[in-house]
């Protein structure tokens, strides 16, 4: 895997160049084609690669919080994370792996599952949901997980950002979906994109890496990153004097 912009003849390190700022930070992680899609055959992983899974783990090692939508957690057959030889150093003082957060309107979940009833006693799974979900749902999901209940009709992105962050999860990774990330940014929370392209065209009918409600972030292409045809790019948060001059 190389550099590419900005170009440098070092080696690369994937924890420095994919560090978290200090501040509490949500981050999006997706894999699209080179044509925008995000799944093919309905699964993200028929886009990916080596490289990729390289990155995907960085990025896991690196977050406090991975958060994804259920609808991806069901497609996806969403377990615990488990912890990786490469994360030796990468979580020094936080619990040996990141919980997974499903954000969720109808706890439409297998709440028996390897997901809540395997996962690391310091890294339990985190149900955000909502008012409106049923009761007694909730209260299964209370048995083997962290139930938040952020918003009263449906989850609201930005009070659920605000319950992880004052838990000490400021350090977010969402995995998606595309539903899921639209609301994030159409809620203007969304402060990094970390998109992998990869070299396939795919046409049909998937989703883009946003899905939902219209939203307008501008953002900064801090590196991009190249490995057998896949390219992995980092996009940031303009700050506010930078969007004021575009």
């Not at 090692?61 to 996806?76: I, K, M």
């Not at 009070?159 to 977010?172: F, H, I, P, Q, T």
């Amino acid at each position: 895997m190389r550099l590419i912009h900005p170009e440098t003849s070092a080696e690369v390190d994937l924890a420095r160049v994919y560090a978290y700022p200090d501040a509490p930070c949500l981050r999006i992680n997706m894999v699209a084609s080179a044509d925008g899609g995000t799944w093919l055959k309905g699964l993200s992983g028929e886009l990916s690669g080596r490289g990729d899974r390289q990155v995907f783990w960085v990025l896991r090692g690196l977050a406090d919080v991975v958060v994804a939508g259920a609808a991806t957690v069901r497609a996806e057959g969403y377990g615990p994370v488990r912890a990786r030889p490469s994360w030796h150093g990468l979580r020094e003082g936080r619990p040996a792996v990141p919980p997974v957060a499903v954000i969720t309107r109808g706890l439409d979940l297998d709440l028996s599952g390897p997901l809540f009833t395997d996962a690391d006693p310091e890294a339990r799974t985190i149900v955000v949901t909502c008012e409106a979900a049923p009761r007694e749902r909730r209260e299964e999901a209370a048995r083997n997980a962290d139930v938040i209940v952020a918003g009263g009709e449906r989850v609201d992105p930005a009070l659920a950002v605000r319950e992880l962050a004052e838990r000490g999860l400021g350090r977010m990774l969402c995995e998606g979906g595309p539903t899921v990330n639209a609301q994030f940014a159409a809620a203007d929370l969304v402060d990094e994109l970390c998109l992998t392209v990869s070299p396939i065209l795919i046409g049909g009918d998937a989703a883009r890496v946003l899905d939902g409600p219209s939203s307008l972030a501008r953002l900064r292409l801090a590196h991009v990153l190249e490995d057998e045809g896949f390219l992995f790019t980092r996009y940031v948060r303009r700050r506010d004097e930078e969007t004021e001059t575009v």
